[in-house]
């Protein structure tokens, strides 16, 4: 019984552990150490679309509300990639 309350306590450590980190990325983007923790940002753009912008590594994108047409926002493309096995469809 000893040695399954001690794993129990381990774990609940752990856990607690990792929450404190989280809490910590999710309040402020940094790490508890203080080391920057940024989010990255995934758009879903089609092949047709990344032609006809020219989106490509370094190109600023506008980030628009389609309700009103303001503006939101100002990205950097950074790289693209093609997403092997989707998780949802």
């Given amino acids: 019984m000893k040695r399954t309350i001690t794993g129990l306590l381990l774990r ?17 983007l940094r ?12 758009l879903d753009v089609s092949h047709e679309d990344i032609d006809r912008l020219s989106i490509a590594p370094g ?11 303001e503006a939101l926002a100002i990205i950097t ?4 990639f093609v997403l092997q096995s989707p998780i949802l469809h």
């Fill in 12 to 28: 609940f450590h752990v856990l607690s552990a990792l929450l404190n980190y989280l809490k910590s990325v999710v309040n402020t």
């Fill in 31 to 42: 790490l508890v150490d203080g080391v920057l923790f940024p989010i990255p940002i995934t």
């Fill in 59 to 69: 190109v600023r994108i506008g980030l628009r509300d389609p309700r009103d047409d």
């Fill in 77 to 80: 493309s950074s790289r693209s």
